[in-house]
């Protein structure tokens, strides 16, 4: 399958990103490579929000996104 990055600009300038075709972390350095490509153009981006895909968690059985650490581990 090839990578793809879907980026839907809404009116109100929010933005929805869609990695496709990425499995486990290289998920991840997508964004934090799109991100500092983005930053270069002046463009910052503030997440609010993370919806992991089956994809991502492909071998890391263990992941949370961020925002739901809990204190000690899973």
Avoid: W
């Avoid at 793809?4 to 929805?16: E, L, Y």
């Avoid at 992991?52 to 204190?71: C, D, F, N, V």
Wanted: hydrophobic share 30%.
């Amino acid at each position: 399958m090839s990578k793809r990055i879907i980026i839907t600009v809404n009116p109100d300038g929010t933005t929805k990103h869609d990695f496709e075709g990425y499995v486990g972390a290289e998920c991840l350095a997508a964004g934090d490579q799109l991100k500092a490509l983005l930053a270069q153009l002046g463009i910052q981006i503030e997440q609010t929000n993370f919806v992991p895909k089956p994809e991502l968690l492909h071998g890391q059985e263990q992941y949370l996104p961020p925002q739901q650490q809990t204190e000690g581990g899973s």
